[in-house]
């Protein structure tokens, strides 16, 4: 259960650089082209990114 447990908490601090770099790579039409995201769909990225790393340093701020 720990092991679960852990793995979980680095999936968690581990999501919210590799979602930096998937949206910025998301947003670039030399990567994309004609399949770059949207400004709703980066806006939301980068909104889910915030909040994710809100509760990483919550999580080891509280603890």
Known sequence: MKALFWSAVINGVVAVPLMVVILL?????????????????????W?????????????FASG
């Open 47 to 59: 909104i889910a990114t915030l909040v994710m790393g809100i509760a990483a340093v919550l999580m």
């Open 25 to 45: 790579l998301a947003s670039r039409s030399s990567v994309m082209g004609p399949y770059t995201s949207g400004r709703p769909i980066l806006a939301l990225g």
